[in-house]
């Protein structure tokens, strides 16, 4: 008989208050080991409360939570010898070079001598640090320092590590370059515990997401079933006149017209069969199509069916 792998974390009734106001309210949750999880929210959610909690830098008011099969609450001390943190800001000194930085993470950790230089060298070549080895941190740009911080975290050689939205201020670039640093993570059996609003890193990053508002989780999932939550799937025609638009609207009755745009949306669930059937009929009654776009519900459009709130990307468009 096969027994299946412990999950990496498990959460049953965690609950967490600050005075009169309700943060966490019964979360049940469970992380397989050597898979990203990310974790969803509005600012103000709990996702960085929830983060503090399983990171043993909080206690929770109730609830059952393991950590690679042991109990936080009893076993702080085995918990924290497995796992790394990156919180939302760099926590690196500036005054010291990124080799210091590391060594003396590694002090902090009481390896010995020969194993921090060990560490220090393999950690600066895997994240590309290695000729800003020697230079003081506030040299660096912020992609830099994010990986010099999730460096610093991976000092301890720890087998889950929790991000607490690790890509925020950093450019399309950076944030790439990290999303790849993570892919390799994961690849080496390390299990990542993220906590985003950019929901294309979700998209790209997660095996299974959560959306955590109001203090409860409202939808779990891979990304591929979160995305089926959504309504607004949708082809849009653009058409030369509106003589055009007038036929193709005859043909389609149902779909929203925009006379000013010259546009027909037509609700679709973005299947090729289903686009085969429009272009056929509108070929039939020799409609003409100048233009035509297909929209399928996105991470976003689930964010903001849930919760209410646009996304950063989104807010930033408004």
Request: no cysteine; net charge negative.
């Amino acid at each position: 008989m096969t027994v299946p792998p412990t999950p990496a974390v498990s959460i049953s009734g965690l609950r967490k208050t600050f005075g009169e106001h309700t943060v966490l309210a019964g979360i049940d949750l469970e992380v397989a080991a050597g898979t990203v999880f990310s974790l969803l929210g509005p600012n103000g959610a709990g996702k960085t409360t929830m983060v503090r909690i399983l990171a043993t830098l909080s206690r929770a008011d109730s609830g059952e939570i393991r950590v690679a099969g042991h109990d936080l609450a009893h076993e702080p001390d085995a918990v924290r010898r497995l796992i790394g943190v990156t919180g939302q800001y760099s926590a690196v000194d500036d005054v010291l070079t990124g080799a210091e930085n590391l060594r003396l993470m590694g002090r902090l950790l009481h390896l010995g001598k020969s194993e921090i230089a060990r560490r220090t060298t393999r950690l600066l070549e895997q994240f590309e640090l290695t000729a800003a080895a020697h230079r003081r941190i506030a040299t660096y740009s912020g992609g830099m320092r994010r990986r010099l911080d999730l460096a610093m975290s991976l000092m301890g050689e720890p087998r889950i590590i929790f991000l607490d939205e690790p890509t925020t201020g950093l450019d399309p670039h950076s944030r790439r370059e990290m999303w790849q640093v993570i892919r390799n993570l994961v690849a080496d059996g390390v299990t990542i515990f993220l906590t985003t609003q950019y929901l294309e890193e979700a998209d790209q990053l997660a095996d299974r997401i959560a959306v955590l508002h109001n203090g409860k989780i409202v939808a779990a999932g891979t990304p591929g079933e979160m995305k089926q939550l959504a309504p607004g799937g949708h082809i849009k025609l653009r058409f030369a006149d509106r003589h055009g638009l007038a036929a193709a609207a005859r043909a389609v009755p149902g779909g929203e017209i925009d006379t000013d745009q010259l546009t027909l949306q037509v609700p679709s669930d973005g299947s090729v069969g289903t686009l085969k059937q429009l272009l056929d009929q509108f070929d039939d009654q020799a409609i003409g199509i100048d233009e035509l776009a297909i929209h399928t519900p996105d991470l976003d459009d689930v964010f903001f069916a849930l919760t209410g709130h646009p996304t950063i990307e989104k807010a930033a468009l408004l």
